[in-house]
């Protein structure tokens, strides 16, 4: 009988080999769920459990030819629409009454790869797009604060933080989180679990509460490099997981930016990935204002992009300016931390993608893509926080692998649409780690 902390591989294993039945694991996650998640003083990484999991589960029988998802436990984030008896909230009080009337692109395809949906997770309140006060990673009005798995006294990161938690302690197999800046690398980092941003555009964002469409990514989670290839493989379409045998470093070119702060770890990592082949290449830099025409980009979008959401689905709620109006009549349950970026989106931008900022931040941007694809003449891969927060921006695809010798992590970005080469190197890096 495989347990929660079981990879995808070991549980299809199981049930090929007639020791466990799909509704005897979906089950044992929604008891581990019950003991150290939604319990008094619990890590709160769940913010509602499918009523159905159980019934689904008791439905399904293994096979010769499952597909890849086959009767695996999955979370997904709070902002991913289901079709069924679950609420999608990004985390707000306001939108609690929102039953999605359809599926999520990413929703459709991970049933029809066989996953059993057990939840969904809780997550910093729309995104962390609410506020520029003191709101905590991880902190919604409607799930409460979400909890580190190993240290509470650790920020867990966010806005994916429930996704990333639940992934730690056990609570599921896989799960999905989304990103806009920064939300699945951070909290898969902090909390030690594979967390993997694809390249934007790759991943369908239909059905997701939006900040920016220019921006916003759902992305896998998970405990290993092959569940991660997996899962991205049925959210993109295609199969990773045949490029992950006989992986190595040898001759991989890694560009190391020039001003970063290195550490003791980040040295001892840099030092493993020298003796496994791999050519440390420093002095690589990418000129460029990221933060401001990321800023700019995803506040002119922001109320245009949530406005269409909220005219696809059914809630009291019918775009921005009703949701402010509901968080300052319910102050006392939906504005612990305020709502200053929606009151700024709500009053001073038109929805309309017409605004001279915002264009002149596009046209920045393509500039940034350019000056971003041309460090890659000189290497195959970049390493570090530096470019990792910057590659959203543009849209280039990340991977962050836990090194808990080191006490790190590995966060690695490529061109785009070479997941290939991110998934490649983890697997490496990952077999080098287990040496």
């Given at each position: 009988?495989?347990?929660?902390?079981s990879?995808?591989?070991?549980?299809?294993?199981a049930?090929?080999?007639?020791?466990a039945?799909?509704?005897?694991?979906?089950?044992?996650?929604?008891?581990?769920?019950?003991?150290i998640?939604?319990?008094?003083?619990?890590?709160?990484s769940?913010?509602?459990?499918?009523?159905?999991?159980?019934?689904?589960?008791?439905?399904?029988?293994?096979?010769?030819?499952?597909?890849?998802?086959?009767?695996?436990?999955?979370?997904l984030?709070d902002?991913?629409?289901?079709?069924?008896?679950?609420?999608?909230?990004a985390?707000?009080v306001?939108?609690a009454?929102?039953?999605?009337?359809y599926?999520?692109?990413i929703?459709?395809?991970?049933?029809?790869?066989?996953a059993?949906?057990?939840?969904?997770?809780n997550?910093?309140?729309f995104?962390?797009?609410?506020?520029?006060g003191?709101?905590?990673?991880?902190?919604?009005?409607?799930?409460?604060?979400?909890?580190?798995?190993?240290?509470?006294?650790?920020?867990?990161?966010?806005?994916?933080s429930?996704?990333?938690v639940?992934?730690?302690?056990?609570l599921?197999t896989?799960?999905?989180?989304t990103?806009?800046s920064?939300?699945?690398?951070?909290?898969?980092?902090?909390?030690?679990?594979?967390?993997?941003?694809?390249?934007?555009?790759l991943?369908?964002?239909?059905?997701?509460?939006?900040?920016s469409?220019?921006?916003?990514?759902?992305?896998?989670?998970?405990?290993?490099?092959?569940?991660?290839a997996?899962l991205?493989?049925?959210?993109?379409?295609?199969?990773?997981?045949?490029?992950?045998?006989?992986?190595a470093?040898?001759?991989?070119?890694?560009?190391?930016?020039?001003s970063i702060e290195?550490?003791e770890?980040?040295?001892?990592?840099?030092?493993?990935?020298?003796s496994?082949?791999?050519?440390?290449?420093?002095d690589i830099?990418?000129?460029?204002d990221?933060?401001q025409?990321?800023?700019?980009?995803?506040?002119y979008e922001?109320?245009?992009?949530?406005?269409?959401?909220?005219?696809?689905?059914?809630?009291?709620v019918?775009n921005l300016?009703?949701?402010?109006?509901?968080?300052?009549?319910?102050a006392?349950v939906?504005?612990?931390?305020?709502?200053d970026?929606?009151?700024?989106a709500?009053?001073t931008?038109?929805g309309?993608?017409?605004?001279?900022?915002?264009?002149?931040?596009?046209?920045?941007?393509?500039?940034m893509i350019?000056?971003?694809?041309?460090?890659f003449?000189n290497?195959?891969?970049?390493?570090?926080?530096s470019?990792?927060?910057?590659?959203?921006a543009?849209?280039?695809?990340t991977?962050?692998?836990?090194?808990?010798?080191f006490?790190?992590r590995?966060?690695?970005?490529?061109?785009?649409?070479?997941?290939?080469?991110?998934?490649?190197?983890?697997?490496?890096?990952?077999?080098?780690?287990?040496?």
């Amino acid at each position: 009988m495989p347990n929660t902390f079981s990879s995808i591989s070991e549980i299809h294993a199981a049930y090929r080999g007639g020791r466990a039945t799909v509704k005897e694991v979906v089950l044992a996650c929604l008891t581990r769920i019950a003991e150290i998640d939604a319990c008094e003083g619990g890590l709160k990484s769940v913010i509602e459990v499918n009523p159905d999991a159980l019934k689904i589960a008791e439905q399904m029988q293994p096979h010769d030819s499952m597909p890849p998802l086959f009767g695996i436990p999955i979370l997904l984030k709070d902002n991913v629409n289901t079709f069924d008896r679950m609420h999608t909230t990004a985390g707000s009080v306001a939108l609690a009454d929102n039953y999605a009337p359809y599926d999520a692109d990413i929703t459709t395809l991970l049933r029809q790869a066989g996953a059993v949906i057990i939840g969904k997770a809780n997550m910093t309140e729309f995104a962390n797009y609410m506020t520029s006060g003191a709101m905590p990673s991880g902190y919604s009005s409607r799930g409460g604060q979400v909890l580190h798995p190993h240290d509470v006294a650790v920020n867990p990161s966010g806005s994916s933080s429930g996704s990333a938690v639940a992934v730690a302690a056990g609570l599921c197999t896989v799960s999905i989180g989304t990103e806009t800046s920064g939300s699945i690398i951070s909290p898969a980092g902090v909390c030690g679990v594979v967390g993997l941003k694809p390249t934007a555009g790759l991943v369908s964002g239909h059905g997701i509460i939006p900040i920016s469409s220019t921006f916003d990514t759902a992305g896998p989670m998970s405990r290993n490099v092959r569940d991660t290839a997996v899962l991205l493989g049925v959210l993109a379409g295609q199969d990773y997981t045949n490029v992950l045998e006989n992986c190595a470093l040898k001759g991989v070119r890694v560009g190391i930016n020039k001003s970063i702060e290195k550490d003791e770890n980040f040295d001892k990592l840099c030092q493993l990935l020298s003796s496994a082949g791999a050519i440390i290449v420093d002095d690589i830099t990418v000129e460029g204002d990221f933060r401001q025409f990321r800023r700019d980009i995803m506040r002119y979008e922001f109320k245009g992009c949530l406005n269409h959401y909220l005219s696809t689905v059914n809630t009291k709620v019918r775009n921005l300016g009703d949701i402010v109006e509901f968080n300052q009549a319910n102050a006392h349950v939906a504005l612990k931390y305020g709502q200053d970026i929606l009151l700024d989106a709500q009053n001073t931008t038109t929805g309309n993608f017409t605004e001279a900022a915002y264009l002149e931040a596009l046209l920045y941007r393509e500039k940034m893509i350019g000056a971003f694809d041309a460090v890659f003449a000189n290497c195959d891969i970049l390493l570090g926080d530096s470019f990792v927060y910057n590659a959203p921006a543009v849209g280039f695809p990340t991977i962050t692998i836990p090194v808990k010798q080191f006490n790190t992590r590995a966060a690695f970005t490529a061109q785009k649409y070479n997941e290939v080469l991110l998934l490649k190197i983890g697997s490496a890096l990952e077999r080098q780690l287990c040496e």
